[in-house]
């Protein structure tokens, strides 16, 4: 059965998509820990993140950092943290998330409340800043 991840690959569920290209998919988390929390997926579905072929892995990192210069460019942060965990959908992920400090990493702390239009707006100038 496709994932979750697969599924907004294909257009079945909506994203609030950052950045896109042949084989990656950028895209706002739905509760982010951060404003900006942003997901970066290989097209492809692929459990864990180690199970990448080599070529996929560095292009997922590459997109990656593509697409946190972009976040960094709208939300005001220190840096952008990067986490991977896998545990939640079972398709490789990278989380990227705006900070200030080591606290902000917390996926145990309450998540932000952005609604749709929120969220939207901010990809919007995150995308438009990847131009």
Do not use: W
């Not at 042949?22 to 180690?50: M, Q, R, S, W």
């Not at 996929?56 to 210069?69: C, H, N, P, R, W």
């Not at 976040?71 to 943290?81: F, K, L």
């Amino acid at each position: 059965m496709a994932s979750l991840f697969t599924k907004i690959v294909n257009g079945d569920i909506p994203c609030h998509k950052v950045a896109e290209d042949e084989n990656y998919l950028a895209f706002l988390d739905i509760n982010p820990v951060a404003k900006g929390h942003t997901l970066c997926i290989p097209k492809k579905e692929v459990d864990y993140i180690f199970d990448l072929e080599d070529e996929q892995l560095s292009g997922l990192m590459l997109f990656s950092k593509k697409v946190a210069k972009g976040i960094e460019s709208v939300v005001p942060c220190a840096r952008i943290g990067v986490t991977v965990i896998g545990l939640e959908v079972p398709h490789a992920h990278v989380h990227l998330i705006p900070i200030q400090s080591l606290h902000d990493m917390n996926f145990e702390k309450p998540k932000m409340d952005m609604n749709s239009e929120q969220l939207a707006l901010l990809a919007k100038q995150i995308a438009n800043t990847l131009k």
